[in-house]
């Protein structure tokens, strides 16, 4: 098989499509370089609206909210949506989920086994992750068959989705399995405690620090809050309504993998390069995979953004990771940037830190 026949985003600058245009400008003194692809302007205006199915999604305060086109607008007290609020950093405050986080983040690190480069317990390592796995089956390991995803397969798409996330935070987490069952390739860009770049972006663009934060250049819709998420990806991509369970489960195993892992993708290494690597790597995985679960928590602790390409059981991407790697085994690592290749996630682990750790004098 040819190279040209081979999947690599080697023409992928850091971000698929100018981040200037979805950034206010202040953040335009972030090192990103730009491409002439134009994309709509994010919908950021109280008075925006977009009509989607029988009801409408409309754009208040950086949010949309999900309404039928008939009802009135809703006059509930906001305080009966805290349990369902997202993973908020302290300083925001008024959120019981963030205060949670606060408190289990510190405690965590204490036993997540310290400087995550270091040697690991493999078989703890992969014992806690398939617990973890086992504690959100069914979600986030196949992709529902009625689908409308009209993502073309294809080695540079023109824009994708991007998400901002932690890989510890139960909200994303179920923004992530979402995304497996509607089959959908994302830019992930992770922003863990002590972010040195991807936090401040999302302050800037939607004016806190709140995770998950989607962006679709699509549509040019921007949102906070996981519920919300979730709701306009499946409206958007499938037609239908989340699968049952998914939003309300959170509350009660979302939790699971962070205290399994021991807080393992929450937290920036402290010996994580600054600058970000000039194309971004790619990862073939799906939510629910042990052994991707923990590529993915490296990841994150490097805060190197990616091309995550969701392969869960019946996913159209499988031909291509077929094509990639001879096998449909996940989790399957690239990195255009030196023509690396990886299929075991211990291979994987140890170039990730040897390669992506600061230079010492």
Known sequence: MSDSMLYLASSQSY???SPLQYFPTKVRNFPFPS?????????????????????KWVLRKNRIHAKPGDSEPSTSDPSARLSEENATVPSSGGNPSSSFLSILCPLLKLFSGGDPSQERNYGLEVATSSMSTLARFPWGAKVLSNTLN???????????LQLFEFEACPFCRRVREAMTELDLCVEVFPCPKGSVRHREIVRRSGGKEQFPFLIDPISGISLY???DIVNYLFEQYSGRTPSAGLLESTLFTGWMPTILRAGRGMTLWEKARQ???PKKLELFSYENNPYARIVREALCELELPYILHNVGEGSRWTKLLLDVSGSNEVPYFID???GVRFGDYKKILSYLFQTYAAATV
């Open 15 to 17: 971000f698929s499509t």
């Open 336 to 338: 255009p940037n030196t």
């Open 275 to 277: 600058d970000p690597p």
């Open 150 to 160: 009209s993502q073309e397969i294809t080695t540079d798409p023109p824009m994708r």
């Open 225 to 227: 809050e996981s519920g």
């Open 35 to 55: 491409t002439s692809t134009a994309v709509p302007t994010l919908k950021f205006s109280p008075f925006s609206q977009r009509l989607v199915g029988k009801g």
